[in-house]
């Protein structure tokens, strides 16, 4: 697998589409505790280096079922777009494959989907 970091922090502005990293926001960023990062971060070395030194590859969407389930969720739950007005398109086939790969089972091969998805949802929505 490439970009493990960069592909990671793709899938962490899909799931937290509003959370500006501190670096880019303001001083105060620790006083916001409406951030959906920071509460993720309670507890989680991970978040906290997120935070800290966008190091997002800690996060885990790349081996962990534990931590990429909730992102193919949001996936297949996402009411804003029906997929199959695009029909052959990147993201057609890339959101089928990660409905039958999930039943496969093969975290490597969904953690692929869900970033070729991902990629084509950002350019959907431009």
């Known amino acids: 697998m490439e970009n493990i970091n960069e592909n990671n922090k793709l899938i962490s502005e899909y799931f ?3 959370f500006i990293h501190p ?4 001083d105060n960023w620790e006083k916001e505790e409406s951030t959906p990062i920071l509460e993720m971060c309670k507890g989680s070395l991970a978040a906290m280096a997120v935070l800290l030194f966008e190091d997002y590859k800690n996060l885990n969407y790349h081996n962990s079922y534990n931590a990429l389930i909730p992102i193919i969720k949001e996936i297949m739950n996402d009411t804003s777009f029906n997929i199959n007005e695009y029909e052959e398109s990147t993201g057609w086939y890339a959101y089928y494959s990660i409905e039958s790969l ?3 089972a ?3 091969k969904v953690y692929e989907e869900v970033i070729k998805f991902i990629k084509w949802y ?3 929505k431009k």
């Not at 670096?23 to 303001?26: A, P, Q």
């Open 106 to 108: 093969d975290i490597e």
């Open 16 to 18: 937290y589409p509003d």
């Open 23 to 26: 670096k880019n926001n303001n």
């Open 122 to 124: 950002n350019k959907l």
């Open 102 to 104: 999930v039943s496969y």
